[in-house]
């Protein structure tokens, strides 16, 4: 039977809008509704068309690490309560998950960097049960018929998740979850603004957005650089979860990180094993297709706004992008697709830069 493989990664779902009565300012994810709608045409298009028809989830669908790290550290124990709440609060986006299961399709969840607590069987069983899914959690790749699926953390050193010792156990015996250093970076620096700044995380690539500014936010993007530096020197040693031993990070290696261009890279190196014929990544929240002669490399973005100091794309980028792989019964071929869903036409639209007041008046 033909098969149809619809890729979603990066959504960052957080504890929902409203929380405790309060707006959330860290939640990313406002599309429950159109990811409802964006399901359920996809469901009837590949019913009606014969497919065999599969949902990817590839990676940081949760945004786990920002929503509830305190002082640098994620306890597990807060990580079953994030789960809890996200799932209460995005419940038109879990019912929209169930449904599509309901209609005969499966899912498959590829864990990343930002919903690394994931990767643990028991926070899978509490995500089924919680949800009522039958979901497969993947923490690696997908592969099959030519078709290779991954997040694409594991090719950026500071990103590279341990995903053997995932817990580790703070002085008073809890479970912290064993960062890597970009994620640690996230929450020691770029957290630190948060209110100031509330879409610094959303700046791409960082390395280009640092430049721009120097000259148009001066103030705080040299007390940005300074902690930055800060936490270079500090951490310029790491466990790397591959090589299985502790190495010096190379300055090259965070640049290179910063523009997430690796990814891209090593997309293309894998598009060389005979047996691979497409490649669909995430990670960078950069949409794109990349087609050679009989091969194709895909990212399929993200659904979350973000701020692009790279061209073509300059200023504030709000697109709801997916990939989609067809492969035929013969399986000699895949046709591959990178696309915006833009669903139905709204009334309105929220406007989603607010300004956040840590003080009171």
Known sequence: MKKRFIILSDLHLGEG?????QINYKEDFVYDEDFYEFLRWWVKDSQSSGYDFTLVLNGDIFDIIKSIHKKGKVYKKDVFQFLDTSINNHRIFFNALKDFESE????IYIVGN????????????FI???????????????????????HGNKYEVINRTDLVNIWLKDESGEEILNMPWGTRFVVEVVAS???????????RPLGKAMKWGLIFDTKITLLAIIRMIKFVIKNRKIYDPIRRRYIFIPLSSITDAMGHKIVDRSAK???????IKAVVMGHTHKALLE??????????GTWVPFVSFDAPYIGIVDKRSFVIADIPESKNNIFIGAFIWHGRERMFEEIKEIRYSAQNL
């Open 17 to 21: 809008r409203i929380v405790n009565g």
């Open 128 to 150: 089924l049960e919680k949800a009522g899914l039958k979901t497969k959690f993947i923490k690696r790749e997908f592969f099959e018929d030519g078709l290779w699926i991954e």
């Open 291 to 300: 087609r050679y002669i009989d091969k194709v490399y895909a990212n399929s």
């Open 269 to 275: 190196i894998l598009l060389k094993r005979p047996d």
């Open 104 to 107: 005969g399709g499966k899912i």
């Open 114 to 125: 930002h919903d690394h607590p994931v990767a643990s069987p028991e926070i899978q069983t």
């Open 193 to 203: 603004f948060a209110f100031e700044k509330p879409y610094l995380d959303r700046w």
